[in-house]
């Protein structure tokens, strides 16, 4: 996973990587269970597929479940359990309808066997697709992505496969998650805090940050488009100079 000589001017980006967050408070101002805030959470996420669909955004991951999201409360945690096989139970005809392929990223060995079994049928059943690659993140954490990257390096060294020397930031790169994507160009944090939380460390070293109060289930279309606007009014710069990039020459001299 490289970042490409980038056109200046920003357009449609390619890859936009959502953290899905204030489902619990949404519940909660409802005086509602969170759990009603989780069900809620997943109805925005179809809308988020069509939107990326009709504007023609090529890859979208969604942060579901942390690493950290497992020290909750055991009856959230078997809630979300539970949302999340009848997700995979009901949405994937639908999704494949649509022409996505989706994939599931995170530590896989923490969960269930039944619902490992849904994960891989999802995949397999939509392997074909691609208007959309949707990469759903599950008990996923940025510093596990990057330690089984490590691993799977060191392992190749143990075996005499490859050298030290030749572990570059490329050969590095493409072992770490989604990298046969191109890194998320935007990152969209719902709910209003301003943090990362263990997301995709490595692969948002350049990408562009949007964050709004709004909580996970009251996004819409028109706070997508929001974002959307916002990025395309931006300079990526990628540690150039505005003048190198052909930006506002003004600024750059
Ligand atoms: C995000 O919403 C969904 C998960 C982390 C599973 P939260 O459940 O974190 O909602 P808040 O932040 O408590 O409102
Ligand atoms: C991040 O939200 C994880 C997901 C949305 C899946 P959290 O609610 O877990 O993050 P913190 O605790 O506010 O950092
Ligand atoms: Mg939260």
Redesign the pocket.
Known sequence: MTDPAPPTRARIPRHIAII???????A?KRRRP?LI??RA?ARAVNTCIDFCLERGVRALTLF???SE?WDRPQDEVGG?MKLFAGALEREVDELDRRGVRVRFIGERSRFAAGIRDRMAQAEARTAHNDRLDLAVAVSYGGRWDIVQAARTLAADVAAGRIEVDAIDEARFGAHVALADLPPPDLFIRT?G?LRISNFLLWQLAYTELWFTDL??PDVDAATLQAALDDYARRERRFGLTGAQVGGNSEMSE
């Open positions: 899905m967050d204030g489902n619990g408070r949404w909660q969170r805030g989780h959470g579901a479940f942390s999201n979300l709910g805090e909580l996970w």
